[in-house]
């Protein structure tokens, strides 16, 4: 057995060699009510305009969907509040901070706290998929000692859905859908508190589309995520949405729970979720129960 | 100053517990990981019941450690057991890398792949020569299919917008022939023979090279970015489909231009280096400007215009199937893309060189020497 103060140093040394690696701007976790607040948001590319004075609010803890027909600027909104795209006016903060050319590519305060798929899984193609889930890591925490690191690359790959060979493999060895597997294992690799998601179900099967389903609701409940959801994909909306956002008219019309949306008489509102299609899909929900994990109860700490 | 969980041991009832504390997260797991790594004790419970929040790197680290030890995870909140849960069941040994010999075999093998990958090289080149000439029978045959408009675009970027920079290029080097040729020759006294050095050289040799050089920086790079990346979004697979034959519509143009362009551009490059070549003469050397050109004509045999004339065409020819060939080898990912422009470009010069000496050789042995 040790004794205390040899113990002690040998804390020491290793708190010191911890402290070395470490980024001294890893900040803790958001607590306000709205992890995203838009106002007065205007883009734009030349002369069309895509959207102009828009405003929403994403609560904390919610799977918020963003609908809208082909063009309305959905994955536009999601670029310009993670900071791809600069817009011609207005105000978005992330975590109570500003992001509009405000971040540095450096910057980790706000980025190392969400993770993004990007529609088509955007993965480094010269790394192999495990690689890409270790990048997030190693930037924002490189204190993390490279077995631990290897370990959580394997766990997020199989978590998401791929088969364990997967890791070892370079994106363009996989199908689309893997591909896109891989691009949410990446986007998960720190847990984020803050969710993006653009098109995750899409190019997926509906096996596969319905496990992906189950575990952005399973990661919600037990982690507090907050998720910003663009999507087509009905079924999606109708089984783990808590609310739904519909793009149209350069703005967002509306954000609420899909009963309360079918209430609006919005022409396209009305177009949308009373189309053959959505009615399939409700009745599937009513059927089946929303996708949330039969065996285990939805904990939740938020 | 950063925040970390960290442990400590309690021993009661011959049983040793760890207990730990403080936010199980992926930013303050840093040091737990590498002291629970370092502990090599036999454990029996780990304690969970003082530990704040958790997520599924903190989970995994304690999943991992409970299960190296045989241990038993008590105190675990609701929370903690759903992470815990979904940890265990995404477990995986399954390697991160790709499996890589030992060196000594891998060099080995390395050494073969390159062999064989280099005659595979070759008679990929020979086939897609022998495609491209098939699929110039049946532009020929059929010309109403030919892409005039791609061909005219071609001119243009091969040619047009390269004048500027050869043209440039083309005058320093006359100045630099004519001014470094006049510092040998005065040794002997014979400058005025700088004028026959600049105006031969220019129109054999240089002239026509350094703008197959040039080209092939320009052009033949972009033929293979250019059809690579294509590869890789499948446009061409996308052409295929709609029966559009890639060689006919990307390739032909293309390599047309190449052949068409060169010729022009080697006689103009030519051109400009005994213009250069004047003007330094004029400035330094006390040789009226005037006077140079018209003893070029005197001096410069006509045949030294053909051989720089012959040349070009297939200087031209080299550099765009490279490029072409280069960039339809384009398969996987973005890296290659890159491989295989500096691939075409390196490959498109060295070409470009050896098959110069030889018609150094050839031309000398006609008696156009």
Redesign the interface.
């Known amino acids: 057995m040790i004794g205390d103060d040899e113990e002690d140093l040998e804390?020491e040394a290793?708190?010191e060699?911890?402290?070395e690696?470490?980024r001294?701007d890893?900040v803790a976790?958001f607590d306000g009510k709205y992890p995203i607040e838009i106002k007065g948001l205007k883009n734009s590319f030349g002369e069309q305009v895509i959207h102009e004075n828009l405003d929403l609010n994403v609560r904390r803890g919610e799977i918020l969907g963003v609908v809208g027909g082909s063009g309305t600027g959905k994955s536009v909104l999601m670029r310009s509040i993670i900071g791809l795209q600069i817009p011609d006016a207005g105000e978005i903060r992330v975590f109570g901070q500003n992001t509009i050319g405000a971040l540095p590519d450096e910057e980790s305060a706000v980025r190392?706290r969400w993770g993004v798929l990007f529609q088509g899984g955007a993965l480094f193609?010269?790394l192999?998929v495990?690689?890409n889930v270790?990048v997030p890591?190693k930037q924002f925490?490189p204190?993390?000692?490279a077995?631990?690191r290897?370990?959580?690359?394997?766990?997020?790959?199989?978590?998401s859905g791929l088969p364990?060979?997967a890791?070892?493999?370079?994106?363009?060895e996989l199908s689309g859908g893997m591909r896109k597997r891989a691009g949410l294992a990446r986007a998960l690799a720190?847990?984020p508190e803050l969710l993006f998601l653009d098109e995750p179900t899409a190019g997926l099967d509906p096996i596969g589309a319905s496990a992906f389903d189950v575990l952005t609701r399973?990661l919600t409940d037990?982690?507090g995520l907050t998720v910003f959801l663009i999507t087509h994909d009905l079924d999606t909306l109708y089984a783990i949405c808590d609310r739904v956002a519909v793009l149209a008219d350069k703005k967002v019309i509306a954000v609420d729970t899909i009963p309360n949306l079918l209430k609006l008489d919005h022409p396209w509102i009305q177009e949308y979720f009373n189309g053959p299609r959505s009615r399939a899909a409700q009745t599937s929900m009513e059927l089946h129960g929303a996708g949330k994990s039969v065996d285990?109860?939805a904990?939740?700490?938020a | 100053m950063?925040e970390?969980a960290d442990f400590s041991v309690q021993e009661a009832g011959g049983h040793t517990t760890i207990v730990l504390e403080g936010p199980l997260?992926?930013?303050t797991?840093?040091?737990l990981?590498?002291?629970l790594?370092m502990f090599d004790e036999p454990v029996q419970h780990i304690d969970l019941s003082q530990a704040e929040?958790i997520?599924?790197?903190g989970a995994?680290?304690i999943w991992?450690f409970a299960d190296e030890h045989k241990a038993r995870i008590v105190g675990a909140s609701?929370?903690a057991e759903?992470?815990l849960?979904?940890?265990k069941?995404?477990?995986?040994?399954?390697?991160?890398?790709?499996?890589r010999l030992p060196t000594i075999p891998r060099v080995l093998e390395d050494t073969g792949q390159k062999v064989v990958d280099f005659g595979h090289g070759v008679l990929n080149f020979m086939s897609f020569l022998g495609a491209v000439i098939v699929a110039f029978g049946s532009v020929m045959r059929h010309p109403k299919r030919f892409r005039y408009r791609a061909l005219i675009r071609q001119f243009d970027l091969v040619g047009i917008s390269a004048l500027g920079i050869i043209g440039l290029m083309s005058f320093l080097i006359g100045i630099v022939i004519a001014q470094q040729g006049a510092a040998q020759l005065r040794q002997f006294g014979a400058e005025i023979y700088t004028i026959n050095l600049t105006g031969r050289l220019s129109m054999r040799e240089l002239g026509v090279l350094m703008t197959a050089i040039m080209v092939a920086g320009r052009s033949g790079s972009a033929f293979a970015a250019q059809l690579g990346t294509m590869k890789l979004t499948e446009e061409i697979d996308a052409m295929r489909t709609i029966g559009v034959s890639p060689l006919e519509a990307l390739v032909v143009p293309r390599i047309l231009a190449n052949v068409l362009m060169m010729p022009l551009l080697g006689f103009y490059s030519a051109v400009l280096a005994m213009i250069g070549g004047a003007f330094i003469s004029d400035l330094t050397l006390g040789i009226p400007f005037w006077t140079f050109m018209s003893r070029i004509q005197e001096v410069v045999p006509i045949y030294d215009v053909w051989v720089g004339l012959i040349k070009a065409p297939v200087f031209g020819l080299i550099v765009a199937l490279s490029g072409c060939y280069q960039g339809m080898q384009v398969?996987?990912?973005?890296?290659e893309v890159g491989l295989r422009t500096t691939q075409a470009v390196v490959q498109a010069i060295f070409m470009v060189i050896v098959l110069d000496a030889f018609f150094a050789v050839f031309f000398t042995e006609i008696g156009w020497g």
């Open positions: 804390h290793l708190l060699d911890v402290m690696d470490a001294d890893v976790a190392a193609s010269t192999t495990a690689e270790e890591l925490f204190e993390i000692e077995d631990l290897h370990e959580i690359a394997r766990y997020k790959v199989v978590m364990e060979e890791a070892a493999k370079y994106p363009s720190l847990d399973e037990t982690l285990k109860p904990g939740g700490k | 950063r970390w997260l992926v930013s797991i840093g040091l990981d590498r002291k790594r929040e997520d599924t790197i995994w680290t991992r609701q929370q759903t992470l849960q979904a940890v069941d995404s477990a995986s040994d399954a390697p991160v890398e790709p499996e398969k996987g990912n973005s890296e």
